[in-house]
């Protein structure tokens, strides 16, 4: 079995489900430290004047050092409002917009608490309606170890996993020597985002948009 992992990004890229579908088992990075870099709390969608990027907000205020799982969203901003519109100014012309409207509708109609939860109900909404099967489990139900390959090493012994699939911007922060040692092989998959990489980080609800129930294709879902 293969398995790969990330955090639980806001409305992911292409990529990230690329690494799901390819997967046995995809974990979610839940107790890594929430930090305001990276995509948890944001996605990249397109509009008339170039990316756009869509932030939550998060309170960090007085709350020291987080986990992912841990962080509440600033409900006193008008985040999701301002993301309605955002979808509906810069998508309601897209040929499937229309298909997935009733699902951000729901999304954006209900007080979120934690941001563990609104993105998982995202990550959950495209992974199926981009049909990937691939089950999901929580980092944090296994109690492992401290850095970031030794933790998935750890996983990947508890749950079978002879492999680990990564995409090639992950290099930045996986030890391959660790993983040969260990006797876990190491994939590196190469992704090329539909449009050119200068689309690496846009959201997927973006080809879902416009190509509906091809965009499984369109992306190589497709094991």
């Known amino acids: 079995m293969n398995l790969a992992a990330d955090r639980p990004g806001y409305l992911p890229a292409a990529g990230y489900f690329f690494k799901m579908a390819r997967a046995d088992l995809f974990v ?31 309170l960090t205020g007085g709350k020291g050092i987080q ?22 100014l810069n998508y309601r012309y897209a040929p499937y917009f229309e298909y997935y409207e009733d699902f951000f509708e729901q999304l954006y109609g209900r007080e979120w608490k934690f941001l ?11 992974s199926s309606a981009a049909g990937i099967r691939t089950p999901l ?12 390959t030794e933790k998935i090493i750890d996983i990947a012994r508890k749950t079978g996993c002879r492999g ?24 590196w998959l190469d992704f090329s985002p539909p449009g050119g990489q200068e689309m690496l980080n846009l959201s997927l609800i973006d080809m879902l948009f416009h190509h509906g129930p091809e965009t499984a294709k369109r992306c190589g879902f497709a094991r």
């Open 28 to 58: 979610i990075a839940d107790d890594l430290q929430y930090t305001t870099a990276g995509l948890v709390h944001r996605a990249l969608i397109r509009s008339a004047g170039g990316p756009l990027w869509l932030s939550v907000p998060v």
């Open 116 to 126: 563990i939860d609104l993105n998982l109900t995202g990550i959950e909404f495209l």
């Open 137 to 148: 489990r929580f980092s944090s139900e296994f109690n492992t170890l401290a850095g970031a």
């Open 164 to 187: 680990y699939l990564a995409l090639r911007e992950d290099r930045a922060f996986l030890e391959a020597d660790l993983f040969a040692e260990a006797g876990i092989a190491l994939e």
């Open 67 to 88: 986990q992912i799982r841990e962080a509440q969203i600033d409900n006193s901003k008008n985040w999701r409002q301002k993301h309605r519109k955002a979808l509906r």
